[in-house]
């Protein structure tokens, strides 16, 4: 804790680094402009004035500290090599000039494999790392329409240097597009990436320690106008499986660079499930902000200091957990004037919920200048918190936007909100025939009044057996807290699902023709040893729909409030009965 | 936000309130001495070098700012009254003198009202707020030996104003002691409070808004040496009902001041259950630095900025949540050397789930230099990351405590330690009757195996009623999650107490000696609409087991992962007897 660490970059994202290390009582010498943001927050050292791409500032940077780090890849990572390789000379009391050592984390070479997108990516693929097929292009018209001839059209044409918040990226839609994207990139090194059609985008946090990685939870990533918009944790509607796949892809990304550090994996999901990595950010990222408040213990910045400094605890299964169930991040983008962002401040002040985090930079159209984290139990809350300022956000986007641009913009928007308003269910209810879902309705409108977020199914023990047990097997994964099960006569589904689940199964025994719902009843309620089926009466979904709020309930304390104005107001009732049958006498009742 | 606000005092509380101020974009000018800790995190003002009782220093930062707050009470009231009232003369740029208006928050009486503790209690009585009986005394012999007659010894002598931290209190055993405590305290005004003997010590944080106020979480502080070592959230073995009755005398305490910012107000539970208030303190607390990890968008600090620039936003219930289910913070405080809390800071680096706060203060013996905070699912998981910890820090005390101290205070810590180690139990097993424990045993042993913690006791609807509803109806506050009830025979037990809670019941029914059990499945069972009871098979405690295990799975991973090893280890059992029958034949078998 007593060694200084030198960070060349003074943005938010070392402003965020320095709000993490000042806590922790790590010194931290910055390399920027005067008054950048991370100078604002951090009176505990001299800084140095200058840019972070000026090797004779670099060295004198390195003169104060015993660890370099960066909050941006685009730096002279040969004053870096140079300074990690050989050290730095000072001079010592007595005028003599001796060499200090000082590290550089992450690696310098990490840092010159990232911040040529297109050595990142043949390195990774190099270790095995799925990315978009990309190749290296000559910058002319005829090299273009080969490629576009072996990727297909369309494809991606990426600088391979100092790239960023799209920048540098031009999509080529066809032959006609290739005189424009030669004049966008002009006089840079190019290469192409074939187009990927992916239906999520996500992001992982890496922390990489000497030893180990470890991975944040994944979220899921919205970009609009080539910048990051909004940041989902957990991703809104993909299986725990395709997280943990994508933390795992995340792991072994940054496993195969250099040094310690934080770094921001951002990946696609395609439309067969499958995950590729997309690129690699060797720093904190925009992605893992929201772990300021959902890992109020473990932050992206605070890992990124433990890891360079070689303390970084572990965590069980390699995973950071969030201690929020749900989070949305919603970027500040500059409005069209230095103004136009106030309403959305307010709301978010507004907001309890919700964290501000400003970055004391003037604003700028579409300038990154600030930040909103809101926290919530569940994501159908998080997102009915958050919406309004997405809102705003999108009347800032409209007034920033040239009106050409406009136009189309409004078009999108409408269609996505539209497709949206979906929440993460909670609970799954499920029927062995459809001749069930009669006894199940009164349950379900239940569900419905609690406000509890369900999904209904069919799944047959006996006539489709693979489709259940597929269903129980990834209840918990696909984000489901409690399964309701409803069957009748041999009631074999119930304790069926409850084998292939470690979540609570709740059995609704459905009367059938003969035998008065005994058979059921007692079908789901004699499970065996090992495989408990929560039983309610016959043909009682109500209860059914109780019993999964009040197994909710246990952990969300406004639910519970629910439950218990629903148990008042039922006392309420039987005591207005109670009241008129003693006034009426029984006889006039 | 664009108002300018000016701080008396520049300690870690000021630090804490300019790391809530940064991210909202709210400039703070500190009044302290140079490098103070608050200066240290701030860069974005030029602030004031000089005393925070200093009028004349005072007066220059009322001229910089837009609204006066404090970190402590000990401030020069009678400057703030002049500030506030008639406003601050400045000159304008044509060289005019003219006044500004300067709020003070909270208001100047409050102040005044607060930093003499007896005209504070005096104030508190006449407002209705229960609070130690005080009494004013004459500063001789005679005088407290009147005392010791009027309220008996032992009673506690207090000095009226700067007393913080045990300093300036006098505890008088018997008429021996008064010398000795005239003495102490000599030539400071005083009073004397009849000794309160509490069961426990709370504190509660609550928010002045100009037209209410807000409570955070009922907190349990557990001090040492007089001063605050342990912060609990919840507070442990005490009913919600009882922190509730504390948060609402709180608020009405909070409530009969004047002006708006955050207040710190402890408290005493009684023998008897009744709640006291113990002192108020205006502005951030010890007891409220937790709610930087467990309110991660809505700190004590930045309640404090938001109530005083009147944007706080409002709560349901008046209440603000803790997203954190349980914390437990600890001090740290400098021990006999400059160095003793080296492995203490370690250890809390060391730990996923502690965040560190160092204040940047230089280290001096039982000074106050920073403080962990840990968040946890469970209070159980809190305390066993917390307590290697508390070991340093009494480890850190014992080498700081002289010598005659050290051994009582070793006693004492045995003691203590030895009766603690419980854990919050999270399922409340109970049975109609002792008959039914042994088919209870089986359920009982596996969740010892899951490390489920539980509670058993006997509840008999028909023979003790009343014992019966008190247990369902406080069994949420009490902190359990689950219930799992067992009866035989006309068995209401299980329903009748899913009739008095909203937590989930689940239901075993026992076998009797007649009807093979059939009478307790269907008492269970068959419960009419709105009162559910997870009803597992007869005599099935195992599956009552698990089912409150999935239950508590739903939200617990790790324990999920158990219940799926064990789900993984019955296949196996079953796969190795098919193996053996196999191979075996069944003859031989």
């Known amino acids: 804790m007593d060694r200084t660490v030198g960070l060349l970059g003074g943005g938010q994202l070392g402003q965020m680094l320095c709000e993490a290390a000042n806590p922790l009582g790590v010194k931290v010498v910055i390399l920027d402009a005067e008054n950048s943001p991370a100078k604002q927050v951090n009176a505990k050292a001299s800084h140095i004035t200058g840019s972070f791409t000026d090797p004779e500032k670099i060295r004198e940077l390195a003169r104060q500290c015993d660890i370099l780090t960066v909050e941006i890849e685009h730096v002279d990572t040969h004053v870096l090599e140079e300074i990690a390789e050989e050290g730095i000379e000072i001079q010592s009391a007595d005028g003599k000039t001796t060499r200090k050592k000082v590290q550089v984390q992450p690696n310098w070479k990490t840092l ?118 909004l940041v989902y944790c957990p991703p809104r509607g993909i299986s725990t499986h395709l997280q943990e796949k994508a933390q795992d892809l995340a792991r072994k990304a940054v496993g195969s660079m250099w040094g310690n550090g934080v770094f921001g994996v951002e990946l696609f999901v395609m439309e067969n499930d499958t995950i590729i990595l997309n690129e690699i950010a060797p720093r904190p990222h925009n992605s893992g902000h929201y772990t300021i408040e959902a890992c109020p213990t473990m932050s992206q910045y605070k890992s990124q200091l433990l890891s360079i400094l070689d303390i970084m605890p572990s965590f069980p299964g390699n995973k950071i957990p969030s201690l929020s169930p749900a989070t949305v991040m ?20 507004a907001t309890p919920s919700a964290a501000l985090h400003m970055y004391g930079k003037e604003s700028k159209p579409a300038r990154k200048i600030g930040h909103i984290t809101l926290v919530a139990q569940t994501m159908a809350e998080a997102e009915k918190a958050m919406n309004p300022m997405i809102a705003l956000a999108d009347e800032m986007r409209m007034e920033r936007l040239p009106a050409a641009q406009r136009i189309a913009a409004k078009a999108t928007s409408m269609a996505k909100s539209a497709s949206k308003a979906e929440l993460q269910p909670l609970v799954a209810v499920t029927m062995g025939s459809d001749s069930d879902l009669p006894v199940l309705k009164p349950g379900l409108a239940l569900l419905e009044t609690l406000g509890v977020p369900y999904f209904v199914t069919i799944t047959s023990a006996h006539r489709t057996p693979a489709r259940m047990t597929d269903f129980a097997a990834n209840a918990a994964a696909n984000g489901f807290k409690v399964i309701i099960a409803a069957a009748g006569g041999a009631a074999h589904l119930p304790g069926m699902i409850a084998a292939s689940t470690a979540l609570p199964v709740i059995g609704v025994p459905v009367k059938g023709s003969t035998l008065d719902g005994m058979d059921s009843l007692l079908s789901i309620v004699q499970m065996p040893r090992g495989v408990p089926v929560a039983t309610v009466a016959i043909n009682n979904s109500i209860n059914a729909a109780l019993l999964a709020a009040r197994i909710l309930g246990s952990y969300d304390v406004e639910l519970r409030q629910k439950l218990e104005r629903y148990a008042k107001d039922m006392e309420s009732e039987v005591l207005g009965k109670a009241e008129k049958l003693e006034g009426a006498g029984w006889e006039k009742y």
């Open 112 to 229: 010159r494999t990232i911040q040529d997108k297109f050595l990142q990516k043949e390195h990774l693929a190099k270790h095995g790392v799925e990315t978009a097929v990309s190749q290296a292009v000559e910058s002319d018209k005829s090299g273009l329409e080969r490629v576009g001839k072996e990727l297909g059209f369309p494809f991606m044409l990426k600088a391979r240097k100092d790239a960023y918040d799209g920048r540098g990226n031009f999509p080529v839609m066809s032959a006609q597009d290739i005189p424009d994207a030669l004049e966008a990139l002009k006089g840079r090194g190019l290469y192409a990436e074939k187009w990927a059609s992916f239906k999520m985008e996500l992001a992982v946090m890496v922390v990489k320690t000497s030893d180990n990685t470890l991975a944040y939870p994944a979220v899921e990533t919205i970009h609009q106008d080539s910048i990051c918009k």
């Open 330 to 349: 919603l970027n500040i983008l500059g409005g069209a004037s230095k103004t136009s962002h106030n309403a959305l401040v307010q709301s978010a002040v």
